[in-house]
Structure formats: structure tokens, C-alpha cells
């Protein structure tokens, strides 16, 4: 079939058979849910012909300053990025860490015979998930969330996941809380009105006592500047339970909307702090599941987490003792996470996956919250990065606007 062809009987249905969550979007956004019949035949007109690797760069808006750990950030990493190629010339690429030596053996192979429409990428192509949801968007012409399903919303809530501890030198030695508020207002002015404050400054950065008052102080600051915007905390599980209530009772006025890993997760703990959470009336969710539980033996539906870290998830979740899942996008999989969120969904969480610190990877990430639904909030990294074209990305209030362009819409520098 002709490509020009093709992109014509691609679709069908007609406005009544919009997918979910067509109602979000714009007139202009709106089309016809995609065949999968019709796809699969022009997904197997198109063959592997090249793959390459790029080295991109990230350029973040700032110098990131210090984590718990005492290192400072910085401006960004650098990655690879694979860039298939049709034989009939359609490119798309995104992040994969796929070696030269593995990624030869899909040169020739039928886009048909790695990706299907109903279930994203096979097992097999898993280190080209990325990439190819990019190429096979770059063929049909269509963003990935079209690919998806549109079963969210084409705006997408995202907080800034940037704000570390500004606030102190390389030394510990204190810079000001105003150095912090200027990150939060760079943020605030990129379209950022969500930011997660890195918690945690007595474990390596301060005397402990003095970090935990720092910690409080900052987020009453925040609040205090930013009053109409939310506020995630994240403490990488540096607090005792018993230090963590404290935080609690200090910034109880201060209406946190997620906490995140306070502690090393576990059932006594975590009812501890949602009892103490009631008690004080702090109206916070709590987010867990990026970190723990060790790797898998093999991949598996959840990825490289362990059985036992995602069976203790949904324990916890099935007690009311955590709100959202965190677990990071590639660590389970762009296509496995398209296959797990209903379990998400049944279990009653939402999903906010990790995405730091690569900045294509919030808007891959938006993607899957437009086209599958139920991911709460998109982690964001203010910047970009060497080699590929953001405009096409847009804020609104707060939101992240998913565009209408193909693939991820993160355009390659030819």
C-alpha cells in the first residue's frame, strides 16, 4: 500500500467512537481511533534498514545542586539514543542503552514482527521499546498516545523534579533558602506549578538534627512563596519513622501532596505514618515503588523489579498504606507498563513513574499518561538536550500539552 494511501484508511470509526478520554482534548487533536488490522499491514511494508547510535547530552535549565548524598547534580548526563530507519526511509529514534552487537541482529526485520498496535513492542525488541513506539508513530504519522488508546488526557499535570539542595554550598555551609526559592521561580516561570523538594539534608549535608530543621523550614518557605502550587517531598528513604512524624507535625499546615520513600517502606511503619498523618491533618498520598526490593532474576511483566518488591507494593496499597506507584519507566518498560496499569488501576493506585534524570524521558512519560491514563503527575526535568527539538512541547497552567506531532515528538537532529 502506497504510504500516501496508508494514511488515509488508517483510521476508523467516526466522532461517536472516539476512545476514553477523547473529551480532554482539542478539536484539532481529535481523530479516529487507529485499526489495527489496517496497521499491522503497514507496519509489515517497512523493514529495519539502519540503526544508529547518537550520543545526546542533557542541558538542564540550571546547575542542580546537592542530593542526600552530598554530590551535587549538575547540568545533566549524556546517553544514547538509537535511531532506526525504514527501508522505505521513515526514521524514528529515542533512548536505549541496546548495544552494536545486539542491535545488528534486527537490521532486516519486518516493523510488523516487533511491534504490534494491540501490545506495544514484542519481548524480543525490548531494548528498541522506545524507539520504535517513536518510529512506528513517525509511519502512521500519529503522536504515541494515539498508539496508545487516548484513553487520559491530552494535558498532562508534571511538577519539577529539580529543586535540590540549592539552599547549601558543596561544604554544608548554608547559602540562603532564597537560593532555593530562585530555582523554585526559574521553575515556576518555565510553567512548572508543582515542585518536589528533595528531603534528607542530616543525613550526609548537615548535622542531623540541623538538616531535619532545614528540611521543615524550606517547606514552609515554599509554601509560604508558592501558596497555589503543590508541593511532593522526597526523602529517598533518609528519615526514621520516628523523625519522619516530626517533619510531619512541622509542615502540617503546609498541605503537602505527596510524599515519597519518607523511609524504607514496610506495613508497621507506613501505618504509623498514615495514622500520624490523620492525626495532624495532613492530607498527603504516598508514593512508593521506585526503589528496593533488589533486581529480578529475569525481566518479567514488572520489568527488572523483583516478585517480592512489587508483591509488597500491592500489600501495602491493599491496606491504604501507599497511593501511588513510582516505579521507574524503563525499570519496568514503556510496553510493560501499558500492560500493567489495569492491575494499577484494580488495586486502586495511580502510577507517577520515576523518569529522572534524562529530560526526553518526562515527555515519553507524558505520552503514557495521555495514551493509557491513570499516571497521577509526570515527573519533569527543566532543559533539554543536544540533539533534538522540544518546541513542539508547551505548558499551561501547570500542565504539560501533548502534541499532536508523530512519534514522541521530540524531533531528531538530522
Given amino acids: 500500500m502506497k504510504r500516501r494511501t496508508f494514511l488515509k484508511s488508517v483510521v476508523v470509526g467516526s466522532a461517536a467512537g472516539f476512545c476514553k478520554g477523547d473529551e480532554h482534548l482539542t478539536a484539532s487533536t481529535t481523530r479516529p481511533a487507529l485499526d489495527p488490522a489496517v496497521v499491522a499491514r503497514e507496519l509489515a511494508a517497512h523493514r529495519i ?26 547540568r545533566g548526563f549524556g546517553r544514547q539514543i538509537r535511531v532506526l530507519t525504514t527501508d522505505q526511509g521513515v526514521k524514528g529514534g529515542a533512548m536505549s542503552g541496546l548495544p552494536d552487537s545486539e542491535a545488528r541482529r534486527f537490521v532486516g526485520a519486518k516493523v510488523s514482527d516487533l511491534f504490534d498496535l494491540t501490545h506495544g513492542t514484542a519481548d524480543e525488541a525490548a531494548p528498541l521499546d522506545l524507539p520504535l513506539h517513536d518510529l512506528v508513530g513517525h509511519i502512521l504519522n500519529r503522536p504515541v498516545c494515539d498508539l496508545l488508546g487516548n484513553h487520559g488526557t491530552r494535558k498532562v499535570p508534571i511538577y519539577s523534579a529539580a529543586i535540590y539542595f540549592d539552599d547549601l554550598e558543596e561544604t554544608g555551609k548554608l547559602r540562603g533558602i532564597d537560593r532555593l526559592l530562585t530555582s523554585c521561580q526559574d521553575d515556576y516561570d518555565s510553567g512548572y506549578r508543582a515542585f518536589k523538594l528533595k528531603l534528607g539534608r542530616g543525613l550526609h549535608c548537615m548535622p542531623k538534627r540541623e538538616g531535619q530543621r532545614r528540611d521543615i523550614e524550606i517547606t514552609l518557605a515554599v509554601r509560604e512563596r508558592f501558596g497555589e502550587c503543590k508541593i511532593v517531598v522526597d526523602a529517598n528513604d533518609s528519615y526514621s519513622v520516628e523523625d519522619f512524624l516530626a517533619y510531619v507535625t512541622g509542615v502540617k499546615d503546609s498541605g503537602l501532596y505527596i510524599i515519597e520513600e519518607p523511609f524504607s517502606e514496610n506495613r508497621d511503619d507506613l501505618r504509623r505514618l498514615r495514622d500520624h498523618m490523620a492525626k495532624v491533618g495532613c492530607k498527603a498520598l504516598i508514593m512508593e515503588g521506585e526503589s528496593g526490593g533488589g533486581p529480578a532474576e529475569r525481566p518479567w511483566r514488572y520489568g527488572s523489579y523483583s516478585r517480592k518488591h512489587i508483591e509488597q507494593l500491592f500489600a501495602l496499597a491493599d491496606e491504604q ?94
Fill in 49 to 74: 534498514a539502519k540503526i544508529e547510535a547518537r550520543r545526546s547530552n542533557d542541558r538542564y535549565a540550571r546547575s542542580i545542586g546537592r542530593n542526600r548524598t552530598g554530590k551535587r547534580v549538575g
Fill in 321 to 414: 498504606l501507599v497511593d501511588v506507584f513510582n516505579m521507574d519507566l524503563a525499570g519496568v518498560g514503556f510496553t510493560r507498563w501499558r500492560r500493567v496499569m489495569d492491575e494499577l488501576v484494580k488495586a486502586g493506585v495511580t502510577a507517577s513513574p520515576h523518569t529522572w534524570a534524562g529530560t526526553p524521558r518526562p515527555y515519553y512519560c507524558a505520552h503514557l499518561a495521555a495514551g493509557v491514563g491513570n499516571v497521577l503527575i509526570v515527573e519533569g526535568i527543566p532543559g533539554t538536550a543536544t540533539g533534538m527539538d522540544y518546541s513542539a512541547w508547551q505548558f499551561d497552567d501547570g500542565n504539560v500539552v501533548v502534541p499532536d506531532a508523530p512519534g514522541f515528538g521530540l524531533r531528531l537532529s538530522s
